[in-house]
Every structure is written in structure tokens, then in C-alpha cells.
């Protein structure tokens, strides 16, 4: 078990391109999130997937975040027509069935700067 | 709804002191409580957690915290700083739904200096 696992580690990108992060999971874990991070702030809670189905999304995921968990394994999170407010890092972390005090296992982020 | 505050965006000790950071939280349910480390351009590691039985966590590194719910605070602490544990430091508390959506403070950085 080697953790989860995030690719790229940095992104930039420019203006107006789309980008797509990927996010590997713990292996026998059936739950997914996401976060975003900007700098000297905590993470701030994006979205939430048990299994293939996406069962919360935050409002601050505007039209332009879309993220998918295809068959339940690996998750994307699309950012299109990116902006310089959404640099920041993103961070993506899973866990087993359970309650609300079951550990979250956190990747290493995705970096994102957008000029 | 859940929030948390954490007192003191910098915290610096000397090596051998004594680690305070400060965390107050609010929530409609019963609380559980992290903590969580995240060093430069690292994800997030788990320290410790409060999930209702013992009101004094012990975790890794030499960190605890104690949960007190009369202040509704979960400082935690270390009885001596290590050069290594500078880094940044997060309190969180659980969401209320039936998984584990968590609500960060702001982190707390500790420099520690010889």
C-alpha cells in the first residue's frame, strides 16, 4: 500500500486552458475528497464520493470543477477554462467505510498556478 | 454548523520548550476532533484524534491534546520541541453528515529555533 497517490504534483498553466488532475486512493477504500488549499488558509472541502457516486458537491465548486470516479477506483477533478483565483493546492483524500471518525488519508496535492 | 479557530497564525518556541497551539471549535453535534501536520509542499499527516473516549489523546511524535468541553477547546501540545517539528499545523473538526468531511482552521505555523 503505498498511499494516495496525486499526478501532477505541479501544473501551470495558463489562463483560460483546461487541466485535470488525477487522484489514486487507498486501495480498499470506498471514499473519496477533495480539497482546495490556497496559501496560509486550511483546506476547504470540494467534493465527496462514495464509491462511483459523487454524494456531495460544495458551492465552491462553480460550473467550470467537475469531477469524476469512474467504476469507483481513481478520481479526476477537471477545472476548465481555469482562472488565477483558482491557483492553489488541491488535495485529494480517501477512507474506509465508517463514520465521521474514520482517518482520512491525504495525497500529496496537486500544486496549481495559473498565469 | 461546524467551524473551528485556531488562535495564533505563528507560533515560535525555542528547541526544548514547551508546544502550545491553540484550537476552539463549534459544532451542533458532538464533536470528533484532528489534528493533522503538513509540512512544505506535503499532503496532510494525522497526529492525533478525538472520537468521545478518552478526553486526553495521545499521539505521534510525542503530541497530545486534551478535549474539554466546557471551553470547547483541543489544544494541542508537546512537552519538548524538536527542530523536526516545524512545520504547519491544523485542527479539524467532523462534519455532521455520516462520513468524514472535515472543517479545517486556518493552521497554525510553529517555527522551532535553536
Known amino acids: 500500500d503505498t498511499g494516495v497517490s496525486q499526478n501532477p504534483r505541479h501544473k501551470i498553466t495558463k489562463r483560460g486552458q483546461n487541466v485535470t488532475f488525477r487522484c489514486d486512493p487507498i486501495?480498499?477504500?470506498?471514499?473519496l475528497y477533495w480539497y482546495r488549499q490556497t496559501l496560509g488558509q486550511g483546506p476547504e472541502f470540494l467534493t465527496y464520493f462514495q464509491n462511483e457516486a459523487q454524494l456531495e458537491k460544495s458551492r465552491l465548486l462553480s460550473d467550470r470543477f467537475s469531477a469524476e470516479r469512474p467504476k469507483g477506483s481513481f478520481s479526476t477533478l477537471e477545472i476548465q477554462r481555469t482562472e488565477q483565483g483558482d491557483s492553489a493546492m488541491y488535495l485529494c483524500?480517501?477512507?474506509?467505510?465508517?463514520?465521521?471518525?474514520?482517518?482520512?488519508?491525504f495525497g500529496q496535492g496537486t500544486r496549481l498556478t495559473v498565469v | 454548523a461546524q467551524s473551528v479557530t485556531q488562535l495564533g497564525s505563528h507560533v515560535s518556541v525555542s528547541e526544548g520548550a514547551l508546544v502550545l497551539l491553540r484550537c476552539n471549535y463549534s459544532?451542533?453535534?458532538?464533536?470528533?476532533l484532528f489534528w493533522y501536520v503538513q509540512y512544505p509542499n506535503q499532503g496532510l499527516q494525522l497526529l492525533l484524534k478525538y472520537t468521545s473516549a478518552a478526553t486526553l489523546v495521545k499521539g505521534i511524535n510525542g503530541f497530545e491534546a486534551e478535549f474539554k468541553k466546557s471551553e470547547t477547546s483541543f489544544h494541542l501540545t508537546k512537552p519538548s520541541a524538536h527542530m523536526s517539528d516545524a512545520a504547519e499545523y491544523f485542527c479539524?473538526?467532523?462534519?455532521?453528515?455520516?462520513?468524514?468531511?472535515?472543517?479545517f482552521g486556518a493552521g497554525t505555523r510553529l517555527a522551532v529555533h535553536p
Open positions: 459544532s451542533s453535534v458532538p464533536p470528533y
Open positions: 479539524a473538526v467532523s462534519d455532521g453528515g455520516g462520513y468524514n468531511k472535515l472543517i
Open positions: 486501495s480498499e477504500h470506498n471514499r
Open positions: 483524500a480517501s477512507s474506509s467505510t465508517g463514520g465521521r471518525q474514520t482517518e482520512a488519508f
